[in-house]
């Protein structure tokens, strides 16, 4: 078992109305270099799971263990799982007290393992979906015990509900379609009901959106294809649940096909099924083009008005990533981070994103094996080794009824190598908007409701007063959006201790801090 290190740290309270950094604890796993896929699942307010393959040359399988942490990051307890060295971990999911791990063989078949672990029990149990198979996973959720996973069958989108306490699937109809993409599997507030989101090309030959509903055993509750314009193509999109028999669906559009973005869209679809679109230009948001500077970010704006009204086609070279549609009392919050991409393909937008669901990561074992399966590709198909410019973190939000209510904006301007994955965190607490992100050994948390001009800068607390960071690894670092208004900071330090005869120490380390808008404690 590993040594646990534990520390609370002084309350840092804030006499003015922008974000505060509250520091609270620091958990810290001596770490071997032969290791570098930890992933960090939030438990929210049960604590967090630091999940830690111990991977090693020439053994035909490989031990995982399993870190289940309080919400104070003091250890509970550990688990350890055996699994073939040809398993990757394709997702995670946490709901109920259970924290459920998806993991896929990388042979022909793709089988597919789910891992099942009780908080509260602390049992733990293995399910083998052997009907599931040649699916290239994209998507992984959990509702009502029942495993929703989807992803590509010969090139079409397919999605199954996996009843675990039967062990039976079943495939959701209207989803395996030709030249189609799957966009989101989304759990509703309702928790009975998920939406699946897939791409279509209409009578128009423009690229539109199916959004179907099923309840949590599979079966279809209603469908229906989002009215676009003619040349508007819908590149992406996250939903809403349904309330009222009325839906909210967001995402990125183009005009034409093959081409940047122009805008965002807004669908509202109300009790009788009539839609109403809005086409936002990124020119018609208070803030969207703040982060190139004040002098340029006008004449963007004006460029992109001045096509609007002259029916003009404008268009500028972003891409996003979204994780969801947040729905607070106050209307829906959609939440992405905007970076440079280096093309734009209309027709296979998502799948060279390689499935960016809230709880999926392409994962362990990642040594020694080739970059030949899709999963592993990044966003344009090339070499892992990428550096990917992130610009923005972006807010909006809109009431039930698609209006645009408020948009925010945090510069970024940050580089990301590897693979394409989102650079930071959101999180939302009453009417305040969180962005927080690691970089360069700096923690860097935003208040997106414009109360305050910059956001906070600081170093990470460490263990020990003295210690000092020798070495951060910045290929692995990154933020977790855990619960209320708390995060996750997570990465591979080496640490240079206080007490001058004592050795460093090379560690995989999580931090909780807490964002305060106000003094709040």
């Known amino acids: 078992m590993k040594k646990l290190f534990s520390l609370c740290f002084l309350v840092l309270v804030g006499l003015e109305l922008n974000a505060q950094i509250n520091h609270l604890a620091r958990y810290e796993i001596p770490h071997d270099w032969n290791n570098d896929d930890y992933i960090v699942v939030s438990k929210e307010e049960q604590g967090a799971l630091i999940i830690e393959p111990v991977i090693q040359s020439g053994l035909k399988d490989y031990p995982i263990i399993f870190h289940h942490l309080n919400n104070d990051l003091k250890l509970d307890w550990t688990d350890t799982l055996d699994v073939k060295r040809q398993l990757f971990l394709k997702g995670y999911h946490y709901a109920q007290k259970k924290t459920y791990l998806l993991f896929q063989n990388t042979s022909v078949s793709r089988e597919i393992k789910l891992v099942v672990i009780d908080q509260e029990t602390r049992k733990m149990e293995a399910f083998e979906p052997r009907s599931i198979v040649d699916l290239e996973i994209q998507e992984f959720e959990v509702l009502r015990n029942t495993a929703i996973i989807g992803g590509y069958i010969d090139e079409r989108p397919a999605v199954f509900a996996y009843d675990i306490d039967n062990q039976k699937v079943r495939t959701l109809s209207n989803v395996y379609q030709n030249n189609s993409e799957l966009l989101e599997v989304r759990i509703n507030a309702d928790s009975v009901t998920f939406n699946v989101l897939s791409s279509k090309n209409d009578s128009k030959k423009d690229r539109t959106i199916n959004i179907n509903t099923y309840d949590f055993g599979g079966n279809a509750v209603r469908d229906y294809e989002i009215e676009t314009i003619r040349d508007h193509h819908l590149l992406n999109a996250i939903s809403s649940s349904i309330y009222n028999k009325e839906q909210i669906v967001i995402g990125l559009y ?64 972003t891409d996003g990533l979204f994780r969801e549609l947040i729905e ?55 070499a892992r080794q990428v550096n990917w410019d992130f610009t923005h973190a972006f807010a909006i939000m809109v009431d039930r009824k698609g209006n645009l209510v408020w948009d925010r904006s945090a510069t970024i301007d940050e580089s990301k190598e590897d693979v394409l994955d989102n650079f930071g965190a959101f999180q939302i607490k009453g009417s305040q908007v969180y962005y927080a992100l690691y970089h ?23 263990m020990e007063p003295g210690d000092k960071v020798n070495f951060t690894k910045e290929g692995y670092q990154g933020v977790t959006r855990w619960y209320d208004n708390r995060f996750l900071v997570y990465g591979v330090q080496t640490i240079k201790p206080g007490n001058t005869n004592a050795k460093n120490r090379r560690v995989f380390f999580v931090n909780s801090i807490k964002a305060l808008a106000t003094t709040e404690d």
């Open 440 to 462: 360069k050994e700096e923690l860097r948390l935003s208040n997106l409701n414009g109360l305050d001009e910059e956001p906070s800068v600081e170093p990470l607390v460490l």
């Open 328 to 382: 607070t009392p106050e209307g829906l919050i959609m939440v992405g981070e905007f970076f440079k991409p280096l093309s734009m393909n209309t027709q296979s937008y998502m799948r060279n994103q390689a499935g960016l669901s809230p709880h999926f990561r392409n994962s362990f074992p990642t040594r020694n094996l080739s970059t030949n399966d899709p999963n592993l590709m990044n966003y344009n198909q090339s």
């Open 254 to 317: 183009a005009i034409k096909a093959g081409t940047f973005p122009s805008g965002i869209f807004i669908n509202h679809v109300d009790r009788t099924g009539q839609q109403s679109m809005k086409y936002v230009s990124f020119g018609e948001f208070d803030t969207f083009l703040d982060h190139n500077g004040e002098r340029r970010a006008e004449k963007l704006k004006k460029r992109a008005l001045k096509a609007r009204q002259e029916s003009k086609d404008w268009r500028y070279k």
